[in-house]
Nanobody, 126 residues
């Protein structure tokens, strides 16, 4: 089992920045991918960004590429999502998720992830 605790959401004006954190505990040695997803009211949950736990590979959805950065603090088993130049369409509940296993590929489908955090609200006002 892997436990995930998120923090860092809030209300920000368009053009502003937020940093989300996701602290992992438990069987972290089983982690292959760690990712951020988001879900806006009335919409499907969508992939935002992910990284390979074992290396430097990252992947982003097109609409956040160049604005968001996912990175890891190895010592703290924590993954961050730095979000800059925020837009109202970024408003959603953001979830971190873990895909266990030994794969060296990044998956963007939510069904590939077994463990989920509780979610943190990000609201961007225009």
């Amino acid at each position: 089992q892997v436990q995930l605790v998120e923090s860092g959401g809030g209300l920000v004006q368009a053009g502003g920045s937020l940093r989300l954190s996701c602290a992992a505990s438990g069987r972290t040695f089983t982690i292959s991918n760690m990712a951020w997803f988001r879900q806006a009211p009335g919409k499907e949950r969508e992939f935002v960004a992910a990284l390979l736990w074992s290396g430097m590979s990252t992947h982003y959805r097109d609409s956040v590429n160049g604005r968001f950065t996912i990175y890891r603090d190895n010592a703290k088993n924590t993954v961050f999502l730095q979000m800059n130049s925020l837009k109202p369409e970024d408003t959603a509940v953001y979830y971190c998720a873990v895909r266990p296993g030994d794969s060296r590929t990044i998956r963007v489908s939510a069904v590939a992830y077994d463990y989920w955090g509780q979610g943190t609200q990000v609201t961007v006002s225009s």
